[in-house]
């Protein structure tokens, strides 16, 4: 169950082993920054290996039709196995955000559950987050890839000051 006195609490948040969970947004941006490496390092060795040509239509449908199909199957399976798999007193509560999946289900496959719906409480898997904001971060990726492979090094540069003012900027902003 949960914490059954508030106190315990308390001394929970002041361990040292908790400072993980408190600091998580660092790993989660350590998870964007792997994956925007990745995606520039294999870009940027196709478009040499293939002088600087590249579909990119096939660069967002190869991602697309990689993550979607499996994506769609965990939705399915939380709106109609995970409501079985539970029951007690506290079960709705647990289990909030499985009737927001038989409504909102396709904000998730286009993207986008990140900015709809605007209530935490209509979101359809919630924790899926991460990935509407990494496919997000893919589309606008040519922009970089496409800078470091015509400029290399002053692309690169001014991308990368470019992104810690976007990053600045929302940081104040917020």
Same mark, same amino acid.
Request: glycine fraction near 8%; include cysteine.
């Given at each position: 169950?949960?914490?059954?006195?508030?106190?315990?609490?308390?001394?929970?948040?002041?361990?040292?082993?908790?400072?993980?969970?408190?600091?998580?947004?660092?790993?989660?941006?350590? #998870?964007?920054?792997?994956?925007? !490496? @990745?995606?520039?390092?294999?870009?940027?060795?196709?478009?040499?290996? $293939? /002088? %600087?040509?590249?579909?990119?239509?096939?660069?967002?449908?190869?991602?697309?039709?990689?993550?979607?199909?499996?994506?769609?199957?965990?939705?399915?399976? #939380?709106?109609?196995?995970?409501? !079985? @798999?539970?029951?007690?007193?506290?079960?709705?509560?647990?289990?909030? $955000? /499985? %009737?927001?999946?038989?409504?909102?289900?396709?904000?998730?496959?286009?993207?986008?559950?990140?900015?709809?719906?605007?209530?935490?409480?209509?979101?359809?898997?919630?924790?899926?987050?991460? !990935?509407?904001?990494?496919?997000?971060?893919?589309?606008?990726?040519?922009?970089?890839?496409?800078?470091?492979?015509?400029?290399?090094?002053?692309?690169?540069?001014?991308?990368?000051?470019?992104?810690?003012?976007?990053?600045?900027?929302?940081?104040?902003?917020?």
């Amino acid at each position: 169950g949960g914490v059954e006195n508030m106190l315990d609490m308390l001394s929970i948040l002041k361990r040292i082993n908790f400072q993980f969970v408190l600091n998580g947004t660092f790993s989660v941006d350590t #998870f964007f920054f792997l994956s925007g !490496l @990745l995606v520039m390092f294999l870009t940027l060795k196709h478009l040499e290996g $293939s /002088g %600087g040509s590249i579909k990119w239509y096939l660069f967002y449908l190869h991602r697309y039709l990689r993550l979607t199909p499996l994506y769609a199957f965990v939705i399915l399976a #939380f709106v109609n196995v995970v409501p !079985l @798999l539970g029951s007690g007193p506290m079960w709705s509560q647990v289990f909030a $955000s /499985g %009737g927001a999946c038989t409504t909102k289900w396709w904000t998730n496959l286009l993207y986008i559950n990140n900015f709809y719906p605007d209530s935490i409480n209509d979101e359809c898997i919630g924790w899926s987050w991460y !990935l509407a904001n990494d496919m997000q971060f893919f589309v606008i990726s040519p922009i970089v890839i496409m800078a470091a492979y015509k400029f290399r090094t002053a692309g690169i540069s001014i991308t990368c000051g470019f992104m810690i003012l976007v990053g600045l900027i929302c940081n104040i902003a917020l």
